[in-house]
Each structure stands twice: as C-alpha cells, then as structure tokens.
C-alpha cells in the first residue's frame, strides 16, 4: 500500500509528537525532514555540498534538536541547491512500500503533493515559544521565555518568508490548531484525519 501523511507547519506546533505517533499507531514509517535540514546546517562548510553528500551518520548526531541547529538549519533551508538536493530522497520515503508520515515545511506543498492525507499544525508563536522553553528546562533553560519567543518569531519570517517553497498550507490541507489542545488531544484529531482517507 501506497499511503502518505504530510504533516507541514511552523517550529514547535506539535509536528513531531504528532508525526511519531500517526506512524505508531498505523505502522507508517516516519521521516522527520526537519532533521535533514539541521544535518545540513550543523555540518558546516558548503552547505550545498553537505546536502550532497549526506549521510546517516550525520543524521545521528546529538546536536541536532539545540535551537541553534534549528537557526543554522533555516538558513540552509533557503538555498534552493540545497533543497534540490534532499528532494529525491524525501519522495522515495513518501511513496515507499507500507505508508509514510513526513513532517516539515514543504511536504504538502512539494514534496508530495498527491499525499492522501495533508496536516497543516500550528498553534501561536506564544504558544510554541513557551514549549520549546520548558522543553530546554524552563527555568532552568539557557535562555528567557522572551528570547525563545524572538527565535521562533525569526525562523517563522524566514520559514514563510522565502523564495522556494515557504511554509503554506497547501490549498487541501486540513489546518490542526494545537494552542488549546493537549498533546492527546492533537493526537486524537490526526488519527481521525488518517483512518478516514485509510
Ligand atoms: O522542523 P524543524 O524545526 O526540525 O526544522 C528546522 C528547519 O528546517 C526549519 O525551520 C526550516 O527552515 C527547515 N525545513 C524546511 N523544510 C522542511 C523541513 C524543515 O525548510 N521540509
């Protein structure tokens, strides 16, 4: 069976939580295309290149999820060599044997845009600044709530902002708005969204 999920939205809406659980729960395979891009950013040197020449290892290193590879990874994001570059190997995923959930920016839009089911998660910049802030330790966090609030309201106008495929949701994507909900709840509605095109 030939069966994807694309799961597009801004930084910390719930995409990943969403994602992994979708996946979980109907046997999906699941790319976090996030990654790709942060792989690329950490990596250094000529970030085309680096999208070239990407490899698992780089997939695995630990720094990937710190808020500055998300910076690095959205600047690398607004090369279009470099997204040429990770493309192919996005549709493989998308259209493999079994069924796929992707999450990112741009998989409803481009990646993939005959998925069967397309998510568009989001919650406000307030919202997601106070997750991505508990999630570094709250308090104990290396930065304010304030500071994480500017970083994400940033990578959003860079996210949207630019030229080749900026974050949108594609015209028949469902919008999930998780500000009010909780992770179960989000969980829920996807699922539903799923079994329905199933
Ligand atoms: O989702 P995540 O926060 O890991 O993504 C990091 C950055 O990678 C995003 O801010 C975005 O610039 C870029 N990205 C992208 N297209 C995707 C996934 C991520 O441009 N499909």
Redesign the pocket.
């Known amino acids: 069976m030939i069966f994807t999920v694309a799961i597009d939205g801004p930084?910390a809406a719930g995409k990943g939580t969403i994602s992994r659980a979708v996946a979980e729960r109907f046997g999906f395979a699941h790319l976090d295309?996030?990654?790709l891009?942060?792989a690329v950013g950490v990596k250094g040197g000529d970030p085309v290149h680096a999208a070239r020449s990407l490899t698992p290892a780089d997939m695995m290193r630990e720094d990937l999820r710190t808020l500055e590879a998300?910076q690095a990874?959205?600047r690398v994001?607004v090369i279009p060599e470099v997204r040429a570059a990770l493309l192919e190997f996005q549709r493989q995923f998308a259209r493999r044997e079994g069924g796929a959930v992707l999450d990112?920016?741009?998989?409803g839009t481009v990646i993939c845009p005959e998925a069967e089911v397309k998510l568009f998660v989001t919650a406000s910049a307030e919202v997601r600044a106070r997750r991505r802030w508990l999630e570094l330790g709250g308090d104990a966090a290396p930065k304010s709530l304030a500071d994480v609030l500017v970083e994400v309201r940033e990578?959003d106008a860079?996210?949207m902002g630019r030229a080749d495929a900026p974050l949108r949701p594609a015209s028949d994507a469902v919008t999930l708005d998780t500000s009010e909900l909780s992770a179960d709840e989000a969980v829920a509605v996807a699922c539903a969204a799923v079994k329905a095109a199933l």
């Not at 990112?104 to 998989?107: A, Q």
Request: aromatic share 6%.
């Open positions: 930084a295309t996030g990654a891009y942060r998300g990874a959205s994001a990112g920016r741009d998989i990578r860079r996210d």
